[in-house]
């Protein structure tokens, strides 16, 4: 392990959530101009931090802060360890851990609201785990690894199909139409966040904001080059096109129930995965001829 | 005196002499006997274990020089058979089971039959083994065991017969020290239907109606599964001429009919670890007190299932067709059990499940047959057995005190028995959440999956579902309102120092996970393994693990001290949550995915689909002698 990278891998990991935040501005601007509005200023997301970090405290009880702690704890140790060159696979168990522990902070306390939401997110964790899984299977094929330090490799080529799968995990991930179902604002009021405030509100946020940073590293894995520049270019680029994709699949559909949810994820989430798998292993196995 | 050999021998006989003592006593000395002789066993468990790893052989050998009379060893032993069968006999006819008489009976002629064949008395060369897979087993079954008998001793209080059930749980201890060591199979054997016997007894305990049946149910699925057994030891003392176990091994490379040695301990290794198709008796099982069950699913009689099937995988190479039904058939388990587990209130339910899917993990971990899958398949084996021994004490202790098992009705437990709940935490995280030992099983044993690819869509819907039952359990424990009551807990000492050992040794063995996978779990293999460094590109492998391991304990160390002393709420800062402005008290339950109508349906499928590989391990050495 080299040392320095870990140092770097640090600094990055303290500036992500601004990156993210960023993205999250143009997200809000781009949406409105879609629905013909001016929007927000591009750094809005930041400001709404720094007003919730300023709120009086208020909580129901403190088992709750702790379990979320954690959570953002466990979504902050996911990405550390993805720029330190972790396994994928380790990063996969500790991406589950950080959704365990957000669902039980919703679980700690006995608001209706919070309760149904965290039923919802375990849903979902059935829904996108076994994908995220399968996708992990396809850039081992692709790679023959699973660390996950970048490959040169031109993963999307290989696996265009299981880009699109993620984009499915990633719009639950975001928690973005039609997948919103365990935050569904109009509906549960925010589900498992509802009884946060101020600045453990704040503190949640930022954890998704990791979770976020993660989804589009794992994205980002999706464009190789040994050219170091173009490589930044083309992963910068194809993050940006995911985040676009999920922008635009956000404006342009409603709420799906979780049943609903959970069976479209699924489904098609698992044969695009299974059939890019297969495909990638026939031409390897050179049953379709590939150049 | 060489110690090894003779800690050993008193694994097996010490729990024996205490059972036979608890047998006859009156409450209170039986008390002090139950007591004394756990915490020998528990030491006897402990120095082996040390002395073993200070020694650093890989294997101890005990033959006819360390038995002391080895003639009064085999005669014992093959009247006591003879005995034994005799009993189950009679108790299957007692249970007016002909399915049992007959599977007794059928033992007893295959055994008697193949005893005078080749003669009475016959002294093995080397009795008993030990070696490091044999040692995890011995130090679990000594220490957990153990454990859970100090811990029968308060919960036992008031109930009726204990003389018969503490006899029975330190003989089981006794009996299952006994066959993981024995490298005689026809010792083995015996020791195995030791704690057939055991086993029901303990079901049959409470000897209500739901009691028998159960027992009675238990005993026809495990007596099959000991004709399995008994057929592919006849056949490996008739055909291959060899009835030691490390001779077994070492011949290697069986091919056609031959097969059937494997293919059998197979089979009778599925009935004991109550893999699907015969999960029922494990969940009938859990009629008898909830110490019963912590046996039965932790330290005891499913790890020998799992124990005989990985004794067998060297007979085998790489991916035959034996090998990977058995791999598809865990994997169903592990999958099929998780999905179950959604659909059930009953938490002794959800965590039977949960056993049967993470013995199913270690079968087909072995079924892959990779060096790194075999390292993959002890650590779930060490891990699940100390977790789940405590998570089945605990659930003990809220039905001691609160009187429920249903999930539904343990709301707020945190408040009325916060030591229990944050003992029912960590071990729920110890079987899901990374750096706790089972998550390097699984780590381990998706790396390894990556041979047969299929079985990843299994592991990660199954994996995603355990994630799920065991996060809307502990959640409903620790959901409470704002204003906590603080209840007084008096917890008996019995529960206390039993529990809080046990929770101890999750976290240092959770530590040592790193050296344990290094330093322990390779070197254990059989001999024709590759070194699994070499073979496996897995993180937990490299000499470096313990860096990422150490940091994940680090970040988890820094999230809860930040969460536990860093966050304060006041009396001033409390709120109500909000109900959209009603004045309701919430009122909330689980989701259980469609509950008893789903279960039933899946359990048919899984069952149906299971029976047919499990009919197919018995008949491919057939097949492959034909073609």
């Not at chain 2, 305990?205 to 399995?228: F, N």
């Amino acid at each position: 392990m080299d040392w320095l990278w870990l140092v770097i891998a640090t600094v990055i990991t303290a500036i992500a959530p601004f990156a993210v935040a960023y993205l999250q501005g143009v997200d809000r601007r781009i949406t409105a101009r879609m629905q013909n509005r001016v929007g927000p200023p591009l750094l809005q997301p930041i400001y709404d931090i720094l007003k919730l970090l300023s709120k009086t405290k208020v909580a129901v009880n403190k088992g709750q802060l702790v379990l979320a702690t954690m959570y953002v704890t466990m979504s902050i140790l996911a990405f550390w360890m993805f720029l330190a060159g972790a396994d994928l696979l380790i990063i996969f168990f500790i991406l589950s851990a950080a959704a365990a522990f957000y669902t039980l902070a919703g679980y700690a306390v006995l608001s209706p609201y919070s309760q149904l939401g965290s039923t919802r997110e375990l849903i979902q964790v059935i829904a996108y785990e076994p994908v995220l899984l399968l996708a992990f299977f396809g850039i081992w094929l692709v790679t023959g690894t699973f660390a996950s330090e970048a490959t040169d490799k031109m993963l999307i080529l290989w696996l265009p199909l299981t880009f699109a799968a993620l984009m499915l995990v990633l719009l639950v991930k975001l928690q973005k139409s039609p997948y919103d179902v365990a935050e569904a604002h109009t509906e549960i009021v925010g589900g498992p966040e509802i009884e946060y405030s101020g600045k453990f509100l704040a503190m949640v946020k930022v954890g998704h904001w990791y979770e976020a940073a993660l989804m589009f590293a794992i994205i980002s894995l999706f464009f190789g080059h040994p050219n170091i520049y173009v490589a930044f270019a083309g992963k910068l680029l194809i993050v940006l096109l995911a985040w676009f994709i999920v922008i635009l699949v956000d404006n342009s559909t409603a709420r799906l129930r979780f049943g609903q949810m959970a069976r479209v994820v699924l489904t098609y989430g698992l044969a695009l995965t299974v059939v890019n798998a297969l495909l990638v292993w026939a031409v390897q196995q050179e049953v379709i001829p590939w150049p | 005196m060489d110690l090894i050999p003779t800690l050993a021998l008193m694994s097996i006989l010490l729990p024996t002499l205490g059972g036979l003592l608890a047998f006859p006593m009156g409450d209170r000395a039986r008390k002090g006997v139950v007591l004394a002789f756990s915490a020998a066993i528990i030491f006897v468990g402990g120095a082996l274990t040390l002395l073993f790893l200070w020694d650093g052989k890989d294997t101890v050998t005990i033959g006819e020089d360390g038995l002391g009379s080895v003639d009064a060893w085999v005669w014992g032993i093959t009247a006591l058979d003879i005995a034994l069968m005799a009993a189950l006999i009679w108790l299957g006819a007692r249970s007016r089971s002909i399915v049992a008489v007959v599977a007794a009976v059928v033992q007893l002629v295959l055994i008697l039959g193949f005893e005078s064949w080749k003669g009475f008395g016959e002294v093995p060369v080397v009795a008993f083994t030990i070696d490091r897979l044999a040692l995890v087993l011995v130090a679990v079954c000594c220490i957990i065991g153990s454990l859970i008998a100090i811990f029968a001793i308060q919960y036992m209080e008031g109930r009726q017969k204990k003389g018969r059930f503490f006899a029975f749980v330190l003989l089981f201890l006794g009996a299952m020290n006994g066959a993981v060591l024995s490298n005689d199979l026809l010792w083995l054997f015996f020791f195995w239907e030791v704690t057939t016997l055991c086993s029901f007894y303990l079901i049959y305990h409470d000897e209500t109606d739901e009691a028998k049946a159960s027992a009675r149910l238990a005993l026809e699925i495990t007596l099959w599964g000991g004709v399995a057994l008994a057929v592919g030891i006849v056949y490996a003392g008739w055909k291959l001429d060899t009835l030691e176990l490390d001779q077994l091994t070492a011949s290697a490379d069986l091919a056609g009919i031959a097969l059937i040695v494997p293919a059998m301990l197979f089979v009778g290794g599925m009935t004991k670890a109550a893999q699907v198709p015969f999960q029922s008796w494990l969940l009938g099982a859990m009629v008898a007190p909830t110490p019963v069950s912590a046996l039965l699913h932790s330290s005891t009689m499913v790890n020998l299932g799992v124990y005989a099937i990985f004794r067998m995988a060297p007979l085998l190479k790489l991916y035959t067709p034996l090998t990977v039904t058995v791999a598809i058939l865990g994997a169903i388990s592990f999958a099929a059990t998780a999905a179950l587990a959604l659909t059930q209130s009953n938490v002794k339910r959800v965590l039977a499940y949960s056993t049967i899917g993470n013995l199913g993990l270690i079968v087909m971990c072995v079924g892959i047959n990779t060096p790194a899958s075999l390292v993959a398949a002890v650590f779930i084996l060490l891990f699940h057995a100390v977790s789940k021994g405590m998570l089945f004490l605990s659930v003990g202790v809220i039905d001691h005190e609160v009187k429920t098992k249903d999930i539904e009705e343990m709301g707020g437990m945190s408040e009325k028995l916060p030591f229990v709940t944050w003992v029912i935490v960590l071990g729920a995280i110890s079987m899901m959440i990374p750096p706790f030992g089972l998550f390097a099983g699984k780590w381990l044993s998706v790396e390894a999956a990556t041979n047969m690819p299929m079985l990843l869509l299994l592991l990660g819907v199954g994996s995603a579902a355990t994630i799920i039952y065991y996060t809307k359990w502990v959640g409903r424990l620790i959901s409470r309102t704002e204003a906590p009551p603080k209840a007084e807990e008096h917890l008996s000492p019995y529960y206390k120092y039993t529990l809080a050992p046990i929770a101890g040794g999750i976290v240092l063995l959770s530590v040592l996970t790193p050296f344990l996978a290094n330093g322990y779990a390779f070197e254990m293999l059989p001999e024709g393994y590759a070194d699994p460094h070499e073979t496996a590109a897995s993180d937990l492998l490299a000499t470096d693990s313990y860096l990422w391991i150490g940091a994940i304990f680090l970040f988890m160390a820094v999230g809860m001290f930040v969460g536990l002393s860093m966050i304060r709420v006041d009396d001033k800062d409390r709120r109500k949550v909000y109900t959209c402005g009603e004045p309701i008290e919430p009122q909330v339950a689980g989701h259980y995915f469609g509950g008893e109508a789903t279960a039933t349906l899946l359990t048919d499928l899984a069952v149906s689909v299971c029976a047919g590989l499990a009919i197919a391990t018995l008949l491919l050495p057939v097949i492959s002698e034909v073609v």
